[in-house]
């Protein structure tokens, strides 16, 4: 079984995976890190150069690969809950964890990283309603953590006890 986190840009998946994984003496892995490995571009290259579209192709085929792995973390680019096929691949062998926080604690750990291309140039209110379109798909995960006010070593605590595998 793998721990498998979903949630916002943003929102502390990498950090919080990296730890427990640390913790758990676990193998750990990012989609987006894979990605770009795999093109041997960051991910703003990857968007500008080919699109959306051909990202999330990427983005399937990376979830599609890692997801035959057994017992390790994984850390997933916060758009991969919008597809199903991801979902279905990742659910088949691990627990889908959601981290999830107010928006502002969100504007506070982005603060001024232009890495991700689909926040570029939004403002507060655009970013609450893209959260607001993703919230749909978070919900469908099976263990939910508001780490609004957590540190990340909380937060990776918090994981650990609920996620018994
Ligand atoms: C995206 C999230 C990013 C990255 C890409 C698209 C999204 O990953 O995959 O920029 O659609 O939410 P992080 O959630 O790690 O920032």
Redesign the pocket.
């Known amino acids: 079984m793998n721990i498998v986190f979903t949630?916002?840009?943003?929102?502390g998946?990498?950090t919080v995976g990296r730890q427990v994984a640390k913790k758990l003496g676990l193998e750990f892995y990012?989609?987006?890190s894979e990605?770009e490995n795999f093109c041997n571009m960051t991910?703003?290259e990857i968007?500008e150069k080919f699109g959306?579209k051909k990202?999330r192709e990427i983005?399937t085929q990376i979830v599609e690969k890692i997801s035959q792995k057994d017992g390790v973390v994984i850390?997933?680019?916060?758009?991969?809950v919008?597809s199903e096929t991801n979902m279905n691949l990742l659910k088949k062998n691990g627990k889908i964890v959601n981290l999830y926080a107010d928006v502002d604690k969100i504007l506070k750990n982005i603060g001024t990283d232009v890495?991700?291309?689909?926040l570029k140039g939004k403002d507060k209110q655009e970013i609450i309603d893209?959260m607001a379109e993703?919230e749909k798909f978070y919900q469908n995960c099976d263990i939910r953590i508001d780490v609004t006010n957590l540190s990340k070593e909380d937060a990776a605590q918090a994981v650990i006890n609920k996620v018994k595998i």
């Open positions: 949630g916002f840009m943003g929102v998946k990498t990012d989609t987006d990605i991910i703003p968007f959306e990202f983005e850390s997933c680019g916060g758009g991969v919008k890495n991700r291309p689909l893209i993703r």
